[in-house]
């Protein structure tokens, strides 16, 4: 069934700071994760996503981890900056393309 | 860099009105949704769409919705009555491929009020 979800509704953090954001899963069946990043009035927008045969998959100042054992996955946002403050959601894809959504972490960023 | 547009911004309905939501997915596409989020909630898959059929839809894309790709650049999403429960932002997506490591492209979103 549907089954991506996470564990903070808001993170409030200092700018420059590392956020760490986080997301459980209950289908140890997923394979393929994204995080998006949805800024007010607008879609979500691709960060990064992370196959199930990966433990770790780096961007631009973004980093997920992948932790199969207890089905969780993190994204972690260095050196944050006013420009992240949004609203952050990990999704798992299914074969047929869908995108199933977690329930969001508002990510503020303190100056 | 191309991108997905939608069509109204915002729309205000009365209960039972039908409505039409229009979306532009990038040219060279071939995967289609509809994703709708009610305020404050997570974003709901409602349909994919390929080949000019429904590929997979949601129990939330019950018989008052419905899905067409008119001509070679829009695809609507319409809503036969709508009810106050309907309100939400309603986003289209549109993919090159429905395979896992492709990305899927959102548009801005309609807001959809349902009055």
């Known amino acids: 069934g549907e089954s991506v979800g996470l564990h903070l509704p808001t993170l409030s953090v200092q700018e420059g700071d590392n956020s760490i954001i986080n997301c459980a899963y209950s289908?140890?069946?997923?394979?393929?994760f994204i995080w998006y990043k949805q800024e007010s009035g607008k879609g979500p927008q691709f960060i990064i996503d992370?196959?199930?045969?990966?433990d770790k998959r780096q961007g631009q100042r973004v980093t997920v981890l992948l932790n199969k054992t207890v089905k969780h996955l993190s994204l972690q946002i260095a050196a944050t900056q006013p420009g992240d403050s949004a609203v952050y959601f990990c999704?798992?894809?299914?074969?047929?393309?869908?995108?199933?959504f977690g329930q969001g972490t508002t990510l503020q960023v303190k100056p | 860099e191309p991108e997905v547009t939608q069509t109204p911004s915002h729309q205000v309905t009365q209960m039972g009105q039908e409505v039409i939501l229009r979306c532009v997915p990038i040219?060279?596409?071939?995967?289609f949704y509809w994703y709708r989020q009610i305020l404050g909630q997570k974003v709901e898959f409602l349909v994919s769409?390929?080949?000019?059929?429904?590929?997979?839809k949601s129990e939330i894309f019950d018989d008052q919705f419905s899905v067409e790709r008119p001509d070679g650049s829009n695809f609507t999403l319409k809503i036969r009555s709508t009810k106050l429960e309907d309100s939400a932002m309603y986003f289209c997506?549109?993919?090159?491929?429905?395979?896992?490591?492709?990305?899927?492209?959102f548009g801005q979103g309609t807001r959809l009020t349902v009055v």
């Open positions: 997506a549109s993919s090159p491929s429905q395979t896992r490591n492709t990305e899927a492209f």
């Open positions: 289908n140890s069946a997923s394979d393929y």
């Open positions: 992370i196959r199930s045969n990966m």
């Open positions: 999704a798992e894809k299914g074969d047929t393309g869908k995108l199933i």
């Open positions: 040219s060279n596409h071939l995967y």
């Open positions: 769409f390929y080949n000019n059929e429904i590929s997979e």
